[in-house]
T-cell receptor, first 114, second 115 residues
Framework: KAGVTQTPRYLIKTRGQQVTLSCSPI?????VSWYQQTPGQGLQFLFE???????NKGNFPGRFSGRQFSNSRSEMNVSTLELGDSALYLC?????????????FGPGTRLTVT | QQQVKQSPQSLIVQKGGISIINCAYE??????FPWYQQFPGKGPALLIA?????SEKKEGRFTISFNKSAKQFSLHIMDSQPGDSATYFC??????????????FGQGTILTVHP
């Protein structure tokens, strides 16, 4: 079974621009969560989608948004990029929503904001 | 607010030794505790997870020990190998409500196993 895929793998953007990252979950998985990983803050939860609905959101500004499609694929968008948004963005999929369902991570998208 | 505290930040072990990483949590609503392994340039990979109804879970060379009263859990890697050199993260989650799909991670431990 194919794992979680994320595109693009690397991205360089300029401050003030916006960016869209994509995540395809493992086949049959309906929940997608997004995380930001930085050396200083570690792994921080952004939001979770299940059946096209955002079920949970972390403590990030409104510039960070996401959506999920009917095939469970998910996108996240960051508008008005700031230098501090440079990070590895990870998505994780699970069969359903809840802590008893293991989350499997993709390889991440490395975003650099200059 | 850091709800999961992980220690040590880095750990050096000789090949064949035992690696021990500890985590402590504050939120008593947490009821799922996974450990992840991350190699450079890769996403975290789920290693092993435990629920509070058991005190220990073993999978191969990896064992989770869980102490509910102390709100602590630890990862033991037996017979550590150079290939185990990676960053390890503990995490915690709770059921439902505003916690759907959210893992709260520790800060990570960089493990180096010398041959």
């Amino acid at each position: 079974k194919a794992g979680v895929t994320q595109t693009p793998r690397y991205l360089i953007k300029t401050r003030g621009q916006q960016v869209t990252l994509s995540c395809s979950p493992i086949s049959g998985h309906r929940s997608v969560s997004w995380y930001q990983q930085t050396p200083g803050q570690g792994l921080q939860f952004l939001f979770e989608y299940f059946s096209e609905t955002q079920r949970n959101k972390g403590n990030f500004p409104g510039r960070f948004s996401g959506r999920q499609f009917s095939n469970s694929r998910s996108e996240m968008n960051v508008s008005t990029l700031e230098l501090g948004d440079s990070a590895l963005y990870l998505c994780a999929s699970s069969r359903s929503s809840g802590p008893s369902y293991e989350q499997y991570f993709g390889p991440g998208t490395r975003l650099t904001v200059t | 607010q850091q709800q999961v505290k992980q220690s040590p930040q880095s750990l050096i072990v000789q090949k064949g030794g035992i690696s021990i990483i500890n985590c402590a949590y504050e939120n008593t609503a947490f009821d799922y505790f996974p450990w992840y392994q991350q190699f450079p340039g890769k996403g975290p990979a789920l290693l092993i997870a435990i629920r509070p109804d058991v005190s220990e879970k073993k999978e191969g060379r990896f064992t989770i020990s869980f102490n509910k009263s102390a709100k602590q859990f630890s990862l033991h890697i037996m017979d550590s190998q150079p290939g185990d050199s990676a960053t390890y993260f503990c995490a915690a989650a709770s059921a439902g409500g505003t916690s759907y799909g959210k893992l709260t991670f520790g800060q990570g431990t960089i493990l180096t196993v010398h041959p």
